[in-house]
């Protein structure tokens, strides 16, 4: 009798957790462009994925850093904060240098872009197609451009060429990469700021992509360590 109540409690649970799920991504659908997209393309996996465990996209996403690197650093970029160099500065910066360039941690960066901005082709959506055309034409000197365009005039392309002259790549030729289609990253980058409410300056600290932890600018150096600390235990270093 005992064993009959548990399967039915078991069953029970089982039913209302999947009318649950059922009714949270209806809503979700009715208002997230993103879960549209993925459920009319019939990607299920990033509805769950975003949805469920709020995993920021991170597949083809400049790298810097061994790109089999057990830990990831996300780094949402804002070229218009005037708080994002100070992030490279106090935060990125040794990152960089105590788990980056020892190998136990990659850097992937993502763009803040707002919605119209994409749509007109202008702002923050210009500063991330150099940055993926950068690396798309062989750029190795991803961090650096990024950290020198924060330094740029507002909206100043020909500061923006110099910048990707100065690390590398010619200004010719990031034009003519930018006049082909942009990439889907950029798209996915814009939905996330416009239906998550993404945090720029922040990074995701994370085990490729999974369990992110987000950090800001007034993210104490120790609990950045720690967190960093808890992830690698996770996975048994």
């Known amino acids: 009798m005992k064993k009959s109540l548990v399967i039915l409690l078991i069953i029970l649970i089982l039913i209302g957790t999947g009318i649950y799920y059922f009714f949270a991504v209806k ?70 240098e105590g788990y980056v360039d020892n190998g136990a941690a990659k850097i992937k960066f993502k763009y803040y872009i707002t919605e119209e901005e994409y ?49 590398g790549i010619s200004k010719s030729l990031i034009q003519a990469c930018m006049t082909q289609e942009p990439p889907k990253t950029l798209y996915e980058d814009m939905l996330e700021t416009k239906s998550y409410r993404i945090v720029a300056p922040s990074t995701q600290i994370s085990i490729e992509g999974e369990d992110s932890t987000p950090i800001y600018v007034g993210t104490s150096s120790q609990n950045i360590n720690n967190t960093i600390r808890s992830k690698q235990i996770r996975i048994g270093i």
Not at 132 to 159: F, M, P, R
């Open 119 to 167: 749509n007109e082709k202008k702002g923050r959506f210009i500063y991330g197609y150099v940055s993926y055309c950068y690396t798309k034409l062989g750029g190795k000197n991803q961090y650096d451009l990024i950290y020198d365009l924060l330094s740029v005039e507002k909206d100043n392309i020909e500061e923006i060429y110099a910048v990707t002259n100065k690390n």
């Open 27 to 96: 809503i979700e659908y009715s208002k997230n462009k993103l879960v549209q997209e993925n459920y009319n393309s019939g990607n299920y996996g990033e509805i769950y994925s975003y949805y469920f465990v709020q995993k920021p996209m991170i597949e083809n996403r400049p790298i810097v850093g061994d790109e089999s690197a057990p830990l990831t650093f996300t780094v949402i970029t804002d070229f218009y904060s005037p708080t994002m160099k100070q992030f490279f500065d106090e935060k990125l910066s040794w990152l960089k």
